[in-house]
Nanobody, 126 residues
């Protein structure tokens, strides 16, 4: 069965850290780019970061640069999103997604991706 599954979300205090995982099964991530996205209730899904598995190159949305890090573990067929210094914001569901496309200028756009996980909830509140 081909699927990707996110985990690691939760309720944390401002300034805390979380590490999200995106585990792929039924296929290898090696030839793809993996994107992380978040969506708050009533808002559009927005790109957070991506990683191109073959060369490890990454990029982040401006609001998260310096605080978030995306990495991969090829042996575990898993991508991570390390989120530090979390800010109090609306609750959001974080998703990972997979695409064949590896053009940097397209990889923070949700419509570049055609295979999505079910998401994991992240809430940052006191």
């Amino acid at each position: 069965q081909v699927q990707i599954v996110e985990s690691g979300g939760g309720l944390v205090q401002p300034g805390s850290s979380l590490r999200l995982s995106c585990v792929a099964s039924g296929f290898r991530l090696d030839y793809y780019a993996i994107g992380w996205f978040r969506q708050a209730p009533g808002k559009e899904r927005e790109g957070v970061s991506y990683i191109i598995i073959s060369d490890g190159s990454t990029n982040y949305t401006d609001s998260d640069k310096g605080r978030f890090t995306t990495s991969r573990d090829n042996a575990k067929n898993t991508v991570y999103l390390q989120m530090n210094s979390l800010k109090p914001e609306e609750p959001a569901v974080y998703y990972c997604a997979v695409t064949f496309i590896r053009l940097h200028q397209l990889l923070l756009r949700p419509n570049t991706y055609n295979f999505w996980g079910q998401g994991t909830q992240v809430t940052v509140a006191s």
